[in-house]
DNA sequence: CGTGTAATTGAATATATTCAACAAAAGTGG
DNA sequence: CCACTTTTGTTGAATATATTCAATTACACG
């Protein structure tokens, strides 16, 4: 049921003593025996591009930390519109807000198939009355998401729209392998930046023409640093 | 020396146990007997507008809880300008990532004259290990800190600038005693709103005409919330 | 190879910024 | 308490920038 909400292309029950990437994952500090404590089932889960995580306003018993792949957080205006407040990628925790007991505060949708833990909201409390390692580590992914929503402010949703699809770039380019990166939906860009898909396309078709970023197949692309670095200000 | 950089025009060492606002602030849960493991002094300081609390990229060794006024933070820009990403008040916390080690992120600054508790790390670090009672607390600081963030973002960084100051308006209304407020200044208001100060002051000076505020003398306002939300397009 | 979705582009319009001038308010020092 | 200086707010006009809406064009997928 909840697996068919989220339409999970595969899934599986995980050891997360054999995590690969848990160094950075919330689980990084936890010692073999800790691992004991764990009594409910964590899972893997495979996503599709388009996939929803879960939605705004509901009351989700699990976080998620993403194992690989690209999420945003939507949050509903008072206007009635939505608004991409942040995108998670590797390492990042999604749907902190549940550990209070508060439904989810964002609608949060693969914008690439992604691989994500989902981890019941005990196992996560219980770990943390037994052990103070997870503390620290929560402690610090709360801290990486206000990070995150004020670089997100300050670079983002300042100067002109060419500045913040420049910005956008570097994001992703800093961010992708090897400095390749898959380009997120005009619409959605417009959603980041605060600004309308048409200035997004404007912009991205600039930079494709001026060749601040090259197609290089199967719709990757790379950027030139100083050229977009340049182009957003700084 | 701190207190000298911190420009403080009174202080005193508080008692906890006595606070008429704990119940809004993060010590709101802790027992009797917890405060005896307080072994460093809090601080209860009262600034002037324009004082500064720290300083981004400082690296403090303490928290700030807020016990009366208005506080902004603002971040450094990578292309050198200053956006404010927050407004606290009764009850926020400021410097929260001085707990992890790390330096300010934001230059702290009192919008009015402010009352704060200045509470050593070491305080929090120690009642955090010995009473389980902080660590919700500590943990709902850090989250209101995230919804806030967002919140900016959704509600005061999309729409028209006459859309963002109506917003900016009614969330002073709406926090200001009995209704009542004072305009902050045009240059801050832009800084929060991503516009300039210019056309902060046009759609200011547009709502006192047409009356969506109204000045009560000595410098504070009234706000009209049915027009003004309806401005803000809500 | 069509068909629908997403991206691009153009032209008209709306909106915000810039820069300059002036007014109002808030200090400052007798 | 008053004159003076400085800062802050307001406004206008020219310009730059972004939005809107409509028309194509490119592209992915069955």
Same mark, same amino acid.
């Given at each position: 049921?909840?697996?068919?909400?989220?339409?999970? !292309?595969?899934?599986?029950?995980? *050891?997360?003593?054999?995590?690969?990437?848990?160094?950075?994952?919330?689980?990084? #500090?936890?010692?073999?025996?800790?691992?004991?404590?764990?009594?409910?089932?964590?899972?893997?889960?495979? %996503?599709?591009?388009?996939?929803?995580?879960?939605?705004?306003?509901?009351?989700?018993? !699990?976080?998620?930390?993403?194992?690989?792949?690209? !999420?945003?957080?939507? *949050?509903?205006?008072?206007?009635?519109?939505?608004?991409?407040?942040?995108?998670?990628?590797?390492? #990042?925790?999604?749907?902190? @807000?549940?550990?209070?007991?508060?439904?989810?505060?964002?609608?949060?949708?693969?914008? @690439?198939?992604?691989?994500?833990?989902?981890?019941? /909201?005990?196992?996560?409390?219980?770990?943390?009355?037994?052990?103070?390692?997870?503390? /620290?580590? %929560?402690? &610090?992914?709360? *801290?990486?998401?206000? #990070?995150?929503? #004020?670089?997100?402010?300050?670079?983002?949703?300042?100067?002109?729209?060419?500045?913040?699809?420049?910005?956008?770039?570097?994001?992703?380019?800093?961010?992708?392998?090897?400095?390749?990166?898959?380009?997120?939906?005009?619409?959605?860009?417009? &959603?980041?930046?605060?600004?309308? /898909? @048409?200035?997004?396309?404007?912009?991205?078709?600039?930079?494709?023409?001026?060749?601040?970023?090259?197609?290089?197949?199967?719709?990757?692309?790379?950027?030139?640093?100083?050229?977009?670095?340049?182009?957003?200000?700084?």
């Amino acid at each position: 049921m909840e697996e068919n909400r989220i339409q999970a !292309v595969w899934q599986g029950e995980m *050891q997360c003593t054999d995590c690969k990437i848990r160094a950075l994952a919330l689980f990084a #500090d936890l010692h073999e025996r800790d691992f004991a404590l764990i009594h409910r089932p964590i899972t893997e889960l495979g %996503l599709d591009s388009g996939a929803t995580l879960y939605r705004q306003a509901d009351q989700g018993p !699990v976080v998620f930390t993403l194992r690989s792949g690209l !999420v945003k957080l939507e *949050q509903a205006q008072s206007n009635g519109g939505q608004r991409i407040v942040r995108l998670l990628r590797q390492g #990042d925790v999604a749907g902190l @807000e549940s550990l209070l007991g508060k439904p989810y505060n964002h609608t949060a949708t693969a914008l @690439e198939p992604v691989s994500v833990c989902r981890i019941p /909201k005990e196992v996560v409390s219980r770990l943390n009355q037994e052990t103070p390692r997870l503390f /620290k580590q %929560l402690m &610090s992914r709360w *801290q990486k998401a206000v #990070d995150d929503a #004020d670089n997100w402010l300050t670079e983002l949703s300042s100067g002109s729209s060419r500045a913040r699809v420049a910005r956008l770039l570097c994001y992703l380019a800093e961010h992708g392998e090897h400095g390749r990166f898959s380009l997120i939906g005009r619409e959605d860009m417009g &959603s980041i930046l605060g600004i309308t /898909k @048409e200035s997004a396309s404007r912009a991205v078709a600039e930079f494709k023409r001026e060749r601040y970023i090259t197609h290089v197949g199967s719709g990757r692309y790379t950027g030139n640093l100083d050229l977009l670095e340049n182009a957003a200000g700084r």
